[in-house]
């Protein structure tokens, strides 16, 4: 069992339409992290957080340390939003656990 | 300046080749990592420096050589690669290697072994 797990898998979206992924963890960790792969490309680190919400233009990440859940919200998505979206948590120990992404497509 | 530069973006090479893989970050991040991604799977660690001094090796083959010259910079030096070792392979930097405040990804490498 993966110590991240997300979902959806795979998603495909109109393009304005609203979106959420979800992440759920199994260890204890100091940090959530949100990143984005492009097709063939390098990743980049949409958020880190470990309380709360953080909002940033269309993107907004919530985490509930209780339930052990994060969410990724993608408001009015659009056609470049197009990536895999991975959830990855690291702990004090060094230890970086990534999920096994979610690949989105958004349709124009 | 807010990022991690890896060079070269592409390299092709063969099995009896020998090149280096450079990445670069002026942030002040004191840890610096190596990852190897395979296609649709998520990145695998390689290598953790951390002040310069290497603090983790995932028991990576002896072929994949990292080195960490200053704070700056860090190489990973390749010899006697298989077709297998062909991937995209990522250099990620954070503040500290236990405070992963910071971790900022490069673009990444993708090499093909032939």
């Known amino acids: 069992k993966n110590e991240v797990e997300q979902s959806p898998q795979n998603l495909t979206a109109q393009e304005g339409e609203f979106i959420t992924i979800n992440c759920s963890y199994s260890?204890?960790?100091?940090?959530l992290h949100w990143l984005q792969q492009h097709p063939g490309g390098g990743i980049v680190s949409l958020f880190m957080?470990?309380?709360g919400k953080k909002k940033h233009g269309r993107l907004i990440a919530t985490i509930n340390i209780q339930e052990k859940h994060s969410s990724l919200h993608i408001t009015a998505s659009h056609p470049r939003d197009s990536a895999v979206y991975i959830c990855?948590?690291?702990?004090?120990?060094?230890?970086?656990?990534f999920g096994t992404g979610t690949s989105l497509t958004v349709i124009p | 300046d807010t990022e991690v530069t890896q060079t070269p973006k592409h390299l092709v090479m063969g099995m009896t080749n020998k090149k280096s893989l450079k990445c670069e970050q002026h942030m002040g991040h004191r840890a610096m990592y190596w990852y190897k991604q395979k296609a649709k799977k998520p990145p695998e660690l390689m290598f953790v420096?951390?002040?310069?001094?290497?603090?983790i090796n995932e028991s990576v083959p002896s072929r994949f050589s990292p080195e960490c010259p200053n704070s700056s910079l860090l190489n990973l030096h390749l010899h006697a690669l298989q077709p297998e070792d062909s991937a995209l392979y990522l250099c990620a930097s954070s503040r500290q290697m236990k405070v992963h405040y910071g971790y900022t990804f490069g673009s990444g490498t993708r090499l093909t072994v032939v």
């Open positions: 260890v204890g960790i100091s940090a």
């Open positions: 990855a948590v690291s702990n004090t120990g060094n230890q970086f656990y």
């Open positions: 957080l470990s309380s």
């Open positions: 420096y951390s002040y310069e001094k290497l603090s």
